[in-house]
């Protein structure tokens, strides 16, 4: 079974209804501390490595910018 950036976001968050959200960060349901667990979860679930200076509230802010970002390194 391979794994979703959905799945993965609620692991981090199950209490956060994200789908409701056009902006996580600005929407406070996600925080620094969860963006660097999701960051934890990305690179051991996608096999990618983020580099930091990637890891910025933009490339965070919705399900889209984080599928893009993990492409962007495959």
Same mark, same amino acid.
Request: charged fraction near 25%; charge should be negative; hydrophobic fraction near 45%.
């Given at each position: 079974?391979?794994?979703? &950036?959905?799945?993965?976001? *609620?692991? &981090?968050?199950? $209490?956060? =209804?994200?789908?409701?959200?056009? =902006?996580?960060? $600005?929407?406070? %349901?996600?925080?620094? %501390?969860?963006?660097?667990?999701?960051?934890?979860?990305?690179?051991? !679930?996608?096999?990618? *490595?983020?580099?930091? $200076?990637?890891? &910025?509230?933009? =490339?965070?802010?919705?399900?889209? !910018? &984080? $599928? *893009? %970002?993990? =492409?962007?390194?495959?």
């Amino acid at each position: 079974m391979s794994v979703s &950036i959905p799945d993965l976001l *609620k692991l &981090i968050r199950p $209490e956060a =209804n994200f789908e409701c959200s056009d =902006n996580f960060v $600005e929407d406070d %349901l996600l925080d620094s %501390l969860d963006i660097i667990l999701l960051v934890n979860e990305i690179e051991s !679930a996608f096999g990618v *490595k983020i580099p930091g $200076e990637q890891v &910025i509230a933009n =490339n965070f802010s919705s399900v889209d !910018a &984080i $599928e *893009k %970002l993990v =492409n962007s390194l495959k």
